[in-house]
């Protein structure tokens, strides 16, 4: 039996840079606790990444959404405040897993963990946190997905709301 922690997209970008907004600063030092005790107990954590390159602006998703952001090696592409230091140190089970898009396209490395439950924290909740949400439901369909409510954000409070719902819904465990 495994749970592991995800943490979706919780860069400088979102947080203070590009995209940033007032709430994902809020949730900086509840998301440090959850991933110090994930390690702590020797569970999976994985970072997602939000990665783009110069060519952003082109892609479907530069065209919904033109602003430039997390630039693969730029500081807005970096995890927020205290969880930077994940970045540079090695832990045995912290992963970081960049992503092109919205959700990431496979977490089948963590298939040796047997994994029976998925906690997410992170933002955008209404964007990354449920199409990660949804993936992982896909991809494990047997384990939980719990999404923690007060470590997720929105830019935008009713959306953040909608996608909780939405999630529910989908037989996840909001918290």
Not at 30 to 35: C, D, E, F, T
Not at 119 to 130: A, F, K, S, W, Y
Request: aromatic share 10%; glycine share 6%.
């Amino acid at each position: 039996m495994s749970k592991v922690l995800i943490v979706v997209d919780y860069q400088k970008d979102f947080v203070d840079g590009a995209l940033g907004f007032p709430k994902a600063a809020t949730l900086e030092a509840g998301i440090a606790a959850k991933v110090e005790e994930a390690i702590r107990e020797n569970r999976p954590v994985v970072f997602t990444l939000d990665t783009h390159d110069a060519g952003y602006l082109e892609t479907r998703e530069g065209r919904h959404l033109p602003v430039s952001h997390c630039e693969k090696g730029s500081q807005g592409w970096r995890l927020y405040g205290s969880l930077e230091r994940y970045m540079d140190e090695s832990h045995e089970k912290v992963f970081l897993a960049p992503k092109y898009s919205f959700g990431a396209r496979n977490y089948a490395f963590l298939e040796q963990f047997s994994p029976t439950e998925f906690e997410l924290v992170g933002v955008v909740t209404n964007m990354c946190v449920i199409s990660n949400a949804v993936i992982l439901q896909t991809q494990f369909p047997n384990a939980e997905i719990t999404v923690n409510s007060a470590l997720c954000a929105s830019f935008d409070d009713a959306m953040h709301q909608k996608a909780l719902d939405v999630m529910a819904g989908l037989q996840m465990n909001i918290v």
